[in-house]
């Protein structure tokens, strides 16, 4: 049995309550959060028996296994440096920082204790994405050359919403973009050339932003995310041999294999929940196992993905 803790009460952090019932081997025993009315009401509502007013109190709990960080990501850092000191396992919300550097500085901080660190990017341990790797991996498709990802939303969203406000680190990139970068990398690898364009919001971030990325070999990915309109939010990856398409491809339960001569073959998978129980399920494998990383989600996969966020984001200019 894994004994879980929550870090934070929003709405992520409730989904991913929800979903540890789909994790064999979960259980949700203690709730932190900086006011404790509001841990008292999540706890109650997930039936955790304990609930914490501050971060430090849950990462003292010695009936703790894990802790997820589910703040908003200006805080992550915070947050899961305060879990990783005291020793506690941590799955961190994407995108793991604001930064490479202190993305680097956890992962650090994690290898020095011997105490496991991991990236909540749900993607890429969901089963399906899986599938459509081994696919690729198995040759289905020929030799990618291109990947087409896109995840747009239309609030419209305060300027104090933190998918506007620069304190929060708002903006299109960070939420959404990682996203379309993470599908890319998954596929084809960090890239050899980078370019991208952005239109830049009265708060200082990105509203709409268009990402190139380009590969010695030849292949290429164009990603877009933004938050002034609802995309279509599908990856599409070609090859000399072939196509896949993915709808909703961040959390994805379907594909569809399109192959010259032939028709198309969509293949659908039942799924309880809304896909967090997968991260669960993975922290938990790798804790049996006596790791500090999952190989689906390895530290230099992080940071990696944490550089290509920071490239685009001083070509955009946006700071924090």
Excluded at 287 to 303: D, F, Q, R, V, Y
Aim: proline fraction near 6%.
């Amino acid at each position: 049995m894994t004994r879980w803790g929550i870090l934070a009460t929003g709405g992520i952090a409730a989904k991913f309550a929800g979903d540890l019932r789909y994790a064999p081997g979960a259980e949700l025993v203690a709730v932190g959060s900086r006011s404790i009315d509001s841990a008292k009401s999540f706890a109650a509502r997930f039936d955790a028996p304990r609930a914490y007013g501050s971060w430090a109190e849950l990462a003292a709990d010695p009936e703790v296994d894990a802790i997820y960080v589910a703040t908003p990501h200006s805080a992550h850092h915070e947050a899961a440096l305060e879990c990783l000191r005291a020793g506690k396992p941590v799955l961190c919300e994407k995108p793991v920082t604001l930064d490479r550097a202190s993305a680097a500085e956890l992962v650090d901080t994690a290898r020095a204790a011997g105490v496991f660190f991991m990236e909540a990017m749900w993607t890429r341990v969901n089963p399906t994405v899986r599938a459509v790797l081994d696919l690729i991996a198995d040759g289905a498709i020929g030799e990618v050359t291109t990947v087409a990802a896109d995840f747009g939303i239309y609030g419209p969203f305060p300027p104090s919403h933190r998918l506007r406000a620069k304190e929060l680190g708002g903006g299109a990139l960070l939420d959404l973009g990682v996203y379309p970068v993470t599908m890319a990398h998954l596929v084809l690898g960090a890239p050899d050339h980078v370019r991208s364009w952005a239109k830049i919001g009265p708060e200082g971030t990105d509203e709409n932003t268009a990402i190139v990325f380009g590969y010695d070999s030849g292949a290429m990915a164009t990603l877009t995310c933004g938050l002034l309109g609802t995309t279509p939010t599908r990856a599409t990856i070609s090859g000399t041999g072939g196509r896949i398409e993915m709808p909703s491809f961040f959390n994805t339960t379907s594909y569809t294999l399109h192959r010259p001569g032939a028709d198309p073959s969509t293949v659908t998978r039942a799924q309880d929940g809304s896909g967090y129980q997968f991260e669960a399920i993975e922290v938990q494998r790798c804790l049996e196992a006596g790791l500090i990383e999952s190989p689906l989600i390895p530290h230099a996969t992080t940071l990696e993905v944490m550089g290509l966020l920071d490239e685009v984001r001083t070509q955009i200019g946006v700071t924090y």
